[in-house]
């Protein structure tokens, strides 16, 4: 159960695009597409932002979008908001254990 | 509206157990897997343990295989976690989760969390 890698940091400003990339093997991203995407505000429980690598929940403002291209899935937020600086993670399911999931490590996005 | 209450956490001591639970509200529990993820202070998201609406699927990361049980009881809408064997590298703030996805079906991501309850485990 290795964790998902993910860049520590990213920065944009207001209005432009980023994207934050999550990468792992066959057995996690790349095997399945149940890669989901969280984002957490400081002292703030986790909220799904995107799940099954591309669909947002009702409520998610259509400037996050997610794609996955053999091992390595992507989150984009465009039209950069300064309510989006805030730490960002992946999921996926893994075949590594039975009923099993990892979490990347985590980005975290800083809007100048 | 989808309601996860922890609580159980403290201070323990290593090699002492504790159990945590989750009160779950607003949606039909015994419908849904649940989940226990931990985030470590100043650290990111690790899973620990899933447990299927009917408890007949259940998985553990390797790092609490072996010491921690997950457990449900659907007459009560509660998740629990008892986590045995308590060591220094579990401390952590413990979110309760649940699975999304459709009523008895499998889904493979987190639609709501609790706040948490932080367990510190230090002599």
């Known amino acids: 159960q290795s964790a998902l890698t993910q860049p520590a940091s990213v920065s944009g400003s207001p209005g432009q695009s980023i994207t934050i990339s999550c990468t792992g093997t066959?057995?996690?991203?790349?095997?399945?597409?149940?890669v989901s995407w969280y984002q957490q505000h400081p002292g703030k429980a986790p909220k799904l932002m995107i799940y099954e690598v591309s669909n947002r929940p009702s409520g998610v403002p259509d400037r996050f979008s997610g794609s996955k291209s053999g091992n390595t899935a992507s989150l984009t937020i465009s039209g950069l908001q300064a309510e989006d600086e805030a730490d960002y993670y992946c999921s996926s399911y893994t075949s590594s254990s039975t009923l099993s999931w990892v979490f990347g490590g985590g980005t975290k996005l800083t809007v100048l | 509206e989808v309601q996860l209450v922890e609580s159980g956490g403290g201070l323990v001591q290593p090699g002492r157990s504790l159990r945590l639970s989750c009160a779950a509200s607003g949606f039909t529990f015994d419908d849904y897997a649940m989940h226990w993820v931990r985030q470590a202070p100043g650290k990111g998201l690790e899973w620990v343990s899933g447990?299927?609406?009917?408890?007949?699927?259940?998985g553990y990361a390797d790092s609490v295989k072996g010491r921690f049980t997950i457990s449900r009881d659907n007459a009560k809408n509660s998740l629990y976690l008892q986590m045995n064997s308590l060591r220094a590298e579990d401390t952590a703030l413990y979110y309760c989760a649940k699975a999304g996805g459709l009523p008895q079906k499998f889904a493979y991501y987190f639609d709501y969390w609790g706040q948490g309850t932080l367990v510190t485990v230090s002599s």
């Open positions: 447990i299927s609406w009917n408890s007949g699927s259940i």
């Open positions: 066959s057995s996690d991203v790349g095997g399945y597409n149940y």
